[in-house]
């Protein structure tokens, strides 16, 4: 199962929007809205910003949403922080091989 | 409070095997898919192995398949994640998690280190 593509890098100015984007297959994102986003700082575990496509976990800010068009989902961060220069990884359930669940290639966001 | 803690990680030759465990705590661990994912240096976040509630389900990554092995034992609220003909590549930090819903990771331990090499 190859992972999900996710572009390499993305950059914005502080109160900026960005969008990261996230390709895959009708196997995995375009076959079920079971895409999910991780936020990952340098040397800290992952963690849960938008689940099911557009849902946000409690106490993730809403500036974060998240979307979901044919085989490609993205993830937008609105009014950009300092804060929120990070990577960030996409998620899918996939049929098409086991464990059932493949991550996208992860983004490196910056924040100029 | 939700916690997962991770042990058992260290230095280990190529071919050799390690058991790494997972302390879980603050929920009822018998309710929830359980999953290790692992991450190697300066690399992306890789799925390695999930498990029903109760044992009766097992799924691995294809790089994995007849040398690792997940287990759980809901009576010690305990993950573990038995890795044998260990190779270089399977050098990463390990990290358990819990599943929300169908597909989502909603808590992560804070992982710990296996590293192969001779």
């Known amino acids: 199962q190859s992972a999900l593509t996710q572009p390499a890098s993305v950059s914005g100015s502080p109160g900026q929007s960005i969008t990261i984007s996230c390709t895959g297959t009708?196997?995995?994102?375009?076959?079920?809205?079971?895409v999910s986003w991780y936020q990952q700082h340098p040397g800290k575990a992952p963690k849960l910003m938008i689940y099911?496509?557009?849902n946000r976990p409690s106490g993730v800010s809403n500036r974060f949403s998240g979307s979901k068009s044919g085989n490609t989902a993205s993830l937008t961060i609105s009014g950009l922080q300092a804060e929120d220069e990070a990577d960030y990884y996409c998620s899918s359930y996939t049929s098409s091989s086991t464990p059932y669940y493949v991550f996208g290639t992860g983004t490196k966001v910056t924040v100029l | 409070e939700v916690q997962l803690v991770e042990s058992g990680g260290g230095l280990v030759q190529p071919g050799g095997s390690l058991r790494l465990s997972c302390a879980a705590s603050?929920?009822?661990?018998?309710?929830?898919?359980m999953s290790w994912v692992r991450q190697a240096p300066g690399k992306g976040l890789e799925w390695v192995a999930n498990?029903?509630?109760?044992?009766?389900?097992?799924y691995y990554v294809d790089s994995v398949k007849g040398r690792f092995t997940i287990s759980r034992d809901n009576a010690k609220n305990s993950l573990y994640l038995q890795m044998n003909s260990l190779r270089a590549e399977d050098t990463a930090v390990y990290y358990c998690a819990r599943f929300f819903g169908a597909a989502n990771v909603d808590y992560w331990g804070q992982g710990t280190l296996v590293t192969v090499s001779s």
């Open positions: 009708s196997s995995d994102v375009g076959g079920y809205n079971y």
């Open positions: 603050g929920f009822t661990f018998s309710s929830y898919w």
């Open positions: 498990i029903k509630q109760d044992g009766s389900e097992k």
């Open positions: 099911e496509v557009s």
